[in-house]
């Protein structure tokens, strides 16, 4: 297993649990928040290197959730994941305290290696 | 046909009530600007009209009195003169000196020297009898006693008398004065007078050729000859006006009904009446002369208003249906721009919740294909996992399409940036890369290897030439050509060209091809996609332009700076 865990935060329920067991598939540790709330209580209990915000969610907003983030766990990198976005597949502005922002739907590679790079690791950008 | 853009149909002329109101606007304009500018002239016109009127009556009354007064003074300054001179004589000289033909004749002679006007000269004695007399005729021992004229200056002393023929058969008359002798008995001096001598005086130098001049008696007998109312001795066909101490001027109308002002005098101590008579329309010529002056003036300052009042009427109107056309325009830009946000947040609401849905598909399939690849061997695993990848790659296509729809409707708001044309437009032409293939449509580009960046908004660029192409689709038949084409114009330009061999646009249609709501589609088309093109053209600074042949095809060509400004005031 990869030493680095990642938590996915989005309302869809299905999303975030296929995406955990796709990462875990890969070696890397995941576990998934559908809420603001669920993931501040999940990183209460564990420390995640790697936080995976939809910016669309009922209640806490992933920009809220970001800012949250920002204060409280600022050692946590943070890409955003959006259904929002521009012909050319990227975000028009990555907000301030996020590594990246990436469109829905992206491939698992493309995921994986935002999260090597996030974590300052070696990895390829998959378009 | 090609065609120059910045012409755009005016709306309200296809709009009846409109132009009632144009025309009303119009009308009311020029009634009340011509009732403002003209009613002071014609007033002003009007006053100076009836003083100059009385300005010229009055000087006309003025000169004929100045003229006949003078003529009357001349006149009773002659006859005075005569008859004084005779009183002179005949208190002078003793009824023997008059009496004597020698000194009579002699007196005579003084007379004429002196005076001038005398015809002859003779003493009466009181029987009547002409007892002396110095003259052409041969008037000696003549008896006037049973004349009127003797009785009246044996009565009176002094006696003139009216102009008569007579013993002497040319017009003269008769001064005679009275003198009474110690015994009773009295003897008279009788002059007779040639009528020249007042006809040069009633002449007198400056009278018109239309001054009549002459002299009746109080019966209206003529005096002297006139030169329209009579001869000499005849009746005056005026009459003889009542007496008046001073010189007075009236105006009457004569028997064919021409107006004249006549002017008379009654001469003092004489049968005389001294008339002169002018013509109305002859003392009125310099007046007349003004008058039609002042109605040209009239005239011409009354065409000359109207002209201005109705061009700048029409200027006036005009302006305000510009302004109207502008209101309108901006009010149909606005409601379209309203109608793009509208469309734009609902296509970026569907596309984001058809993009969550993407992503569990797509997660669920790669996590089927993980599953199958590390699993072991199971039937059809092969076909599970191209069945699975071919949803991923449907996902992928699914994708492409949310996000061009994303970034066609996310901005308004022009926005530069740096911007490779031919990778744009074909871009754009995959949104009908679909429709071409299906239609059999051969699509051509002409796109140069190395092109030059542009600063420009890429969402105009799009709309621009989403709006061009799909034009260009609709004209086009099923297996048609259409050509895309991008050429740099000089150091600044860049020119795209999209030429298509569809239905053509006929020369009418062409002129209105960018006006608002003009459409060909009928109700397939809204009239507005290459009117927001224009605008959207124009608003980055460039140009468009349009050719069209009917049956041939249609060239639409979009010149773009390389550098452009954007203009930001324009409403899209």
Redesign the interface.
Do not use: Q, W
């Given at each position: 297993m990869e030493p680095f865990s990642v938590l996915l935060i989005d309302d869809e329920e299905e999303l975030v649990s296929t995406l955990v067991e796709r990462l875990e598939f890969r070696g890397i540790r995941a576990a998934a928040a559908t809420s603001g709330r669920r993931a501040f209580e999940a990183l209460e209990k564990q420390e995640f290197q790697v936080a995976v915000i939809d910016l669309k969610m009922p209640g806490l907003s992933g920009i809220d959730v970001l800012e949250v983030m920002r204060r409280r766990y600022p050692d946590t990198k943070v890409i955003l994941i959006t259904g929002h976005g521009t012909e050319d597949g990227s975000s028009a502005e990555v907000p301030p305290g996020a590594f990246d922002i990436l469109l829905k739907p992206f491939s698992i590679e493309a995921l994986i290696e935002r999260i090597h790079a996030a974590l300052g690791r070696q990895g390829r950008r998959v378009p | 046909m090609r065609l120059p853009i910045g012409r755009r149909r005016n709306r309200d002329t296809d709009d009846p009530e409109g132009e009632r109101r144009y025309s009303r606007i119009r009308r009311y304009t020029v009634i009340l600007t011509l009732v403002v500018a003209l009613v002071p002239l014609f007033v002003l016109t009007g006053v100076n009209y009836f003083l100059y009127r009385r300005s010229a009556e009055a000087e006309i009354r003025y000169n004929m009195s100045r003229d006949l007064l003078n003529t009357s003074r001349s006149l009773e300054f002659v006859m005075e003169e005569r008859l004084s001179v005779l009183k002179l004589l005949v208190q002078e000289r003793t009824l023997a000196e008059l009496s004597d033909s020698r000194m009579l004749t002699a007196t005579f002679q003084h007379l004429e020297q002196s005076f001038g006007g005398f015809v002859d000269l003779g003493c009466i004695n009181a029987e009547g009898i002409q007892i002396a007399y110095t003259g052409p005729y041969q008037l000696l021992g003549v008896n006037y006693r049973e004349q009127s004229w003797f009785n009246e200056v044996s009565l009176r002393g002094v006696y003139v008398s009216d102009v008569f023929l007579g013993y002497r058969r040319f017009p003269h008359f008769v001064i005679a004065v009275k003198r009474a002798a110690g015994d009773g008995s009295f003897y008279v001096l009788r002059a007779t007078v040639d009528m020249d001598l007042l006809n040069k005086r009633v002449f007198l130098p400056g009278m018109g050729r239309q001054d009549d001049v002459f002299i009746v008696n109080r019966e209206g007998i003529l005096q002297t000859s006139s030169r329209f109312h009579g001869q000499l001795l005849e009746r005056c066909t005026i009459p003889v006006p009542s007496y008046s101490p001073s010189t007075e001027v009236i105006e009457d109308l004569d028997e064919a009904g021409v107006s004249y002002a006549l002017g008379y005098s009654y001469i003092p101590n004489t049968p005389f009446v001294l008339m002169m008579i002018r013509r109305r329309a002859d003392l009125l010529a310099q007046w007349v002369r003004d008058r039609t002056e002042l109605l040209s003036f009239l005239a011409l300052s009354t065409v000359g208003v109207v002209i201005v009042v109705l061009y700048s009427s029409r200027s006036l109107v005009m302006q305000i249906r510009a302004a109207d056309q502008k209101r309108v325009q901006m009010l149909h830009d606005i409601e379209y721009t309203n109608k793009m946000a509208t469309i734009g947040r609902l296509a970026?609401s569907v596309?984001?919740?058809?993009?969550?849905p993407?992503?569990?598909?797509?997660?669920?399939a790669?996590?089927l294909h993980?599953l199958a690849a590390?699993s072991d061997e199971f039937p059809h695993r092969e076909k599970v996992l191209k069945a699975v990848e071919s949803i991923?790659k449907s996902?992928?296509r699914?994708?492409t399409v949310?996000?061009?729809l994303?970034?066609?409707t996310?901005r308004m708001d022009a926005k530069t940036e740096k911007i490779h044309l031919p990778s744009l437009i074909s871009?754009v032409m995959e949104f009908l890369g679909k429709e071409a293939l299906h239609r059999n449509i051969e699509v051509v580009t002409d796109f140069p290897e190395e092109f030059p960046l542009i600063e420009s908004d890429r969402g105009y660029l799009q709309q621009i030439f989403l709006n061009v192409i799909n034009n260009a689709f609709a004209a086009l038949r099923d297996g048609g050509r259409l050509e895309l084409a991008v050429r740099t114009a000089g150091p600044d330009q860049v020119v795209a060209v999209v030429r298509d061999d569809g239905v053509g646009i006929s020369e009418e249609n062409l002129k209105h091809i960018f006006e608002p709501f003009f459409s060909t589609k009928g109700q397939f088309g809204t009239g507005l996609g290459l009117s927001i093109t224009y605008g959207l053209v124009q608003k980055l600074g460039g140009r468009i332009e349009v050719a069209s042949r009917v049956g041939e095809g249609t060239t639409f060509t979009v010149t773009l700076p390389i550098a452009g400004p954007v203009r930001s005031d324009y409403p899209v």
């Open positions: - | 970026a596309a984001h919740e058809i993009n969550n993407l992503a569990i598909i797509n997660e669920k790669g996590l993980d590390h991923v996902v992928e699914c994708g949310t996000h061009r994303l970034g066609f996310r871009e």
